[in-house]
């Protein structure tokens, strides 16, 4: 049976891992490989989690994936008109 992992856990595991030089385990990488799945505040966390940590990032251009996921929930922002 798959252990299932929020990203929050996955990057904190991921995090407290490499801290303790040990190996990443294979749910954790399971989980960042769905980053692209993943809401606003998780890929932000996911961002800067990775200023900390770049191995988060194990895609090439994967930093500019997570940019342009972020711009696309921005986009959704309905400004609303106050008078």
């Known amino acids: 049976m798959k252990q299932f992992m929020t990203p929050e856990t996955a ?12 190996q990443i385990p294979e749910a954790v990488m399971e989980s ?3 980053y692209r799945n993943w809401g606003e505040n998780q890929l932000i966390g996911l961002l800067n989690a990775s200023a900390y940590y770049p191995d988060l990032c194990f ?7 997570i940019q342009t996921l972020l711009k ?9 008109r106050i008078f």
């Open 59 to 65: 895609e090439a251009g994967m930093e500019d994936t």
């Open 72 to 80: 696309k929930f921005k986009d959704r922002i309905v400004p609303s």
């Open 32 to 34: 960042l490989h769905n």
């Open 11 to 22: 990057i904190q595991t991921f995090m407290n891992c490499q801290k303790e030089g040990k």
